[in-house]
């Protein structure tokens, strides 16, 4: 099963940026579709970004679309999230999930999640 570490998080003030990083386990990440999701404390997780194995697709959450930039790199097994302009709603933890071929749903268990916490 494929283990995936969750890092950079972080306390920010806002209009700050912070940049995730998302560590996947084993020697298939290329094949993998990615996604980050975050759950803020008393709400449901939910979807917030997601890039295809090869780049070419990247859909966003409207409340996340040009503020935050998905992007991976198959060399490192690495999937990263910057995320710019930060504000107190971003506020949450994130979690990286492998996705499936829609770019919808996440396949899998969850990693422990990184923590992001944006100040006023």
């Known amino acids: 099963q494929v283990q995936l570490v969750e890092s950079g998080g972080g306390l920010v003030q806002a209009g700050g940026s912070l940049r995730l990083s998302c560590v996947a386990s084993g020697r298939a990440f290329s094949l993998y579709n990615m996604g980050w999701f975050r759950q803020a404390p008393g709400k449901e997780r939910e979807f917030v970004a997601a890039?295809?194995?090869?780049?070419?697709?990247?859909p966003y959450a409207d409340s996340v679309k040009g503020r935050f930039t998905i992007s991976r790199d198959n060399a490192k097994n690495t999937v990263y999230l910057q995320m710019n302009s930060l504000k107190p709603e971003d506020t949450a933890i994130y979690y990286c999930?492998?996705?499936?071929?829609?770019?919808?749903?996440?396949?899998?268990?969850w990693g422990q999640g990184t923590q992001v916490v944006v100040s006023s």
């Open positions: 890039i295809s194995r090869s780049g070419d697709r990247s």
């Open positions: 999930a492998i996705m499936d071929y829609g770019l919808t749903s996440p396949l899998g268990s």
